[in-house]
Nanobody
Framework: QVQLVESGGGLVQAGGSLRLSCAASGVTFCISVMGWYRQAPGKERELVATITKAGYTNYADSVKGRFTISRDNAKNTLYLQMNSLKPEDTAVYYC??????????????????????WGQGTQVTASS
């Protein structure tokens, strides 16, 4: 199993910054891609950014140039640096881990069937 614990959310003024962290524990060697998603009230959950084990990143157009996703594989931690926050960034942010690595190992193969793990979410509010 994999557990994801998020931290760093809060209330900031528009134009401010926040740094989110997601600490992964458990069978972390099975993790391939990690990402951040967000969900505003009454809206579907949307992709914010993803990052592979090798460090290749992908961003939603709405956050390009403002957000930076990174990961420290040695510490099993995912980060999201959010700068120039806008009111429309207000949402609950969720950490995600895709367990699609090391499928030749029985433990990883079993966990892959779950389809991914999610954190509990952390609230980010950018006030105008």
């Amino acid at each position: 199993q994999v557990q994801l614990v998020e931290s760093g959310g809060g209330l900031v003024q528009a134009g401010g910054s926040l740094r989110l962290s997601c600490a992964a524990s458990g069978v972390t060697f099975c993790i391939s891609v990690m990402g951040w998603y967000r969900q505003a009230p009454g809206k579907e959950r949307e992709l914010v950014a993803t990052i592979t084990k090798a460090g290749y990143t992908n961003y939603a157009d709405s956050v390009k140039g403002r957000f930076t996703i990174s990961r420290d594989n040695a510490k099993n931690t995912l980060y999201l640096q959010m700068n120039s926050l806008k009111p429309e960034d207000t949402a609950v942010y969720y950490c995600n881990a895709d367990l699609n690595y090391g499928l030749g190992y029985a433990a990883c193969k079993a966990l892959a069937s779950v389809g991914g793990y999610w954190g509990q979410g952390t609230q980010v509010t950018a006030s105008s």
